[in-house]
């Protein structure tokens, strides 16, 4: 079933999909097909789980029950991938950082220091962090390792220099 849907999407989807990507509203259509994606992902690797079948699976391909397959053999699909989902998270990012109250309003931040303080942060940081933890968990369908290490460099470590470098000019004394 997983081999016959990456075909499908392979051969029908998307190059459909490429041909039209600037079409308004073709972007977020991507990213809707990926969620898609990886809940079937989620689903079959829990059936495959519940059966005792990823078991007998140990040791071999992995790639072959992973409809992320279609990226293993379409670097320039992931390419496009990383570039729709890097300038989702940054758009979305973007319009957080000009509202005022993100960098005024201070949440309980995570303890750096072991020890009785609690360290502030202002809520832009959290929404960074749900960005970063968002990103690892749709890299996690990915079944190379090599490209889920592409795919968080790729969207990741911009993410991650812009945020100090905003923050240093929004908040004073820093």
Known sequence: MVTSLSTYLAK??????????EDDGMRTTWLQLI???????KRMQSLLNKS?????????????VSVFSVFCDRHDWLEVWI???????????????????????????IILVSGSHDYKSPAISGMVLQSISLLIERAKSIPSISLRSKFLNSIGS??????????AKKVPGI
């Open 158 to 167: 911009p993410i991650i220099q812009e945020f100090p470098r905003l923050l």
């Open 83 to 109: 570039e729709i989902e890097l300038g989702e998270m940054l758009d979305k990012l973007q319009s957080e950082m000009v509202i005022e109250k993100n960098w005024k309003t201070r949440l309980q931040g």
């Open 12 to 21: 029908e989807v998307f190059p459909q999909y490429l041909d039209h990507l």
């Open 35 to 41: 969620d898609l994606m990886i809940s079937f992902d």
């Open 52 to 64: 005792g079948l990823l078991i007998l699976l140990e040791g071999k391909n992995l790639q072959s």
